[in-house]
């Protein structure tokens, strides 16, 4: 992976326990330690947000009394994907993440490269791989209706 580049990391948050804040931050410093220039949507977050995040048992929305609504966040975070970074470095889980699945689906949109990082280290991974990951979503959602 090349470490001029700028990645966004991108992994499962709700219905996780303090939405995987933890996770994301230990990753970004890992990386950052390791030369990438990291936009994490767990920094992009308010003062207020963060800390009834980091409060959340269940990973839950309902249980953040903030003004920031899933979609508000999700926007940002689509616009940060469009407008700030060429890449994208899933985290474990991310496949069963409906959110991480709508980040992948831009970053293919706007050409953005991917990589996986597991046990302290990103290696490339694969287009079609991430575009099987969607279409499978997409393929899922279309059978039920």
Same mark, same amino acid.
């Given at each position: 992976?090349?470490?001029?580049? *700028?990645?966004?990391?991108?992994?499962?948050?709700?219905?996780?326990?303090?939405? @995987?804040?933890?996770?994301? /931050?230990?990753?970004?410093?890992?990386?950052?330690?390791?030369? #990438? =220039?990291?936009?994490?949507?767990?920094?992009? /977050?308010?003062?207020? =947000?963060?800390?009834?995040?980091?409060?959340?048992?269940?990973?839950?929305?309902? /249980?953040?009394?903030?003004?920031? =609504?899933?979609?508000?966040?999700?926007?940002?975070?689509? +616009?940060?994907?469009?407008?700030? %970074? /060429?890449?994208?470095?899933?985290?474990?889980?991310?496949?069963?993440? @409906?959110?991480?699945?709508?980040?992948? #689906?831009?970053?293919?949109?706007?050409?953005?490269?991917?990589?996986?990082?597991? *046990?302290? *280290? %990103? +290696?490339?991974?694969? +287009? @079609?791989? %991430?575009?099987?990951? %969607?279409?499978?979503?997409? @393929?899922?959602?279309? *059978?039920?209706?």
């Amino acid at each position: 992976m090349d470490k001029s580049l *700028k990645y966004y990391l991108c992994g499962p948050m709700s219905g996780c326990p303090q939405f @995987n804040i933890p996770l994301f /931050d230990q990753v970004t410093a890992v990386l950052r330690a390791d030369g #990438y =220039t990291i936009v994490s949507p767990a920094e992009r /977050d308010t003062y207020e =947000t963060r800390l009834g995040a980091l409060a959340s048992e269940q990973g839950c929305h309902a /249980d953040l009394s903030i003004a920031e =609504t899933y979609g508000d966040m999700l926007a940002r975070d689509m +616009k940060i994907l469009a407008d700030e %970074v /060429d890449g994208i470095i899933l985290l474990p889980g991310w496949a069963k993440s @409906n959110g991480a699945k709508v980040e992948a #689906y831009i970053g293919l949109c706007t050409g953005c490269i991917f990589g996986y990082y597991s *046990k302290g *280290k %990103v +290696k490339p991974y694969k +287009k @079609n791989q %991430v575009a099987g990951v %969607v279409a499978g979503e997409l @393929n899922s959602r279309f *059978k039920r209706t």
